[in-house]
C-alpha cells in the first residue's frame, strides 16, 4: 500500500522529528522539509512547534515557510498543527503582542488563568465537543494526551473548539477548522492514544488522494 506523502514544515525547532517519526509510525511517508514544491505537493502537511510563540514565528519565516504554512492551511488538503505550531495558526499571542501568527485560525492565544501550577504539564484528559470528527475515530469518548503548556487558543469562533481540557478552568485543546485540525497537546508524546490521532490524520491524508512526487513511493 502507497504511504500518503506528509510534509513536516522544518524550521529548525526541537520535536520535528519525533513528530516525523511518529507520522511515519502510523503510516505516513513523513517528510521534514522546507522545500516548498514538496510541501505543495504533499498529501498533508504537519507544523508541529514547541518553546516561544515569537521565536517559533521568527524561524518559521527566516526559513521561508510562511507563506507555504498558509498556502498549505488553504489548499484544502489536511493540515494539522500541534502545541506551539498549533498556536501559530493563530492571529496573535499574549506571549509576544508584537508576534504576528499566521492568522489562520482567527483569534488570540492566552494566558491559562491564575490558580493551578503553570504549565500544565502532565496527563489529561479531553472533552470532545466534535466526538464525530475522525481525528478521534477509535479514541473512546475520554481520551488522555500528554499537555506541555503555559497558554491556549481562543478562537474568535468558539464552534470551531473540537474538545476542550479541565485545567482549573475549561481550556481549549483542539480545534477544527475546515481542513485544519490543531491541537494544544502531544500527540507524538502521548503514547497509544497519540499515535492513534496521527495515524487518523494519515489516513485522512490517504483519503484525500495521492499526489503525484518523484521518488516519494514507500510501500508498507
Known amino acids: 500500500m502507497t504511504r ?23 503510516g505516513a511517508d513523513a517528510r521534514l522539509t522546507a522545500d516548498h514544491g514538496l510541501i505543495a505537493d504533499a498529501d498533508g502537511v504537519v507544523l508541529p512547534g514547541v518553546g516561544a510563540f515569537g521565536a517559533c514565528m521568527d524561524a518559521l519565516r527566516r526559513c521561508g515557510l510562511e ?15 500541534i502545541c506551539v505550531g498549533m498556536q501559530m495558526l493563530f ?5 509576544d503582542p508584537d508576534a504576528q ?11 491559562i488563568p491564575p490558580g493551578p501550577k503553570i504549565p500544565q504539564m502532565q496527563w489529561n484528559v479531553l ?17 488522555w494526551f500528554y499537555f506541555v503548556h503555559s497558554l491556549h487558543g481562543v478562537p474568535d469562533d468558539a464552534p470551531i473548539v ?37 495515524a487518523n490524520f494519515v489516513g485522512i491524508c490517504a483519503r484525500s488522494g495521492p499526489t503525484d512526487v518523484a521518488n516519494r513511493e514507500v510501500t508498507a
Open 4 to 26: 500518503p506523502l506528509v510534509a513536516v514544515l522544518d524550521y529548525g525547532i526541537g520535536n520535528l522529528h519525533s513528530a516525523q517519526k511518529a507520522l511515519e509510525r502510523g
Open 91 to 95: 492571529t496573535a499571542s499574549d506571549e
Open 162 to 198: 473540537a474538545a476542550t481540557v479541565e485545567y482549573g478552568t475549561t481550556l481549549n485543546a483542539a480545534f477544527r477548522l475546515d481542513n485544519v485540525f490543531a491541537v494544544q497537546f502531544h500527540p507524538e508524546k502521548s503514547s497509544r492514544p497519540g499515535l492513534a490521532l496521527l
Open 101 to 111: 501568527g499566521l492568522g489562520v485560525i482567527p483569534g488570540q492565544v492566552m494566558w
Open 67 to 81: 507563506q507555504p504554512a498558509v498556502d498549505a492551511a488553504a489548499s484544502g488538503r489536511p493540515f494539522l498543527g
Open 127 to 143: 472533552r470532545l465537543t466534535k466526538p464525530d470528527d475522525p481525528m478521534f475515530a477509535g479514541l473512546g469518548d475520554e481520551p
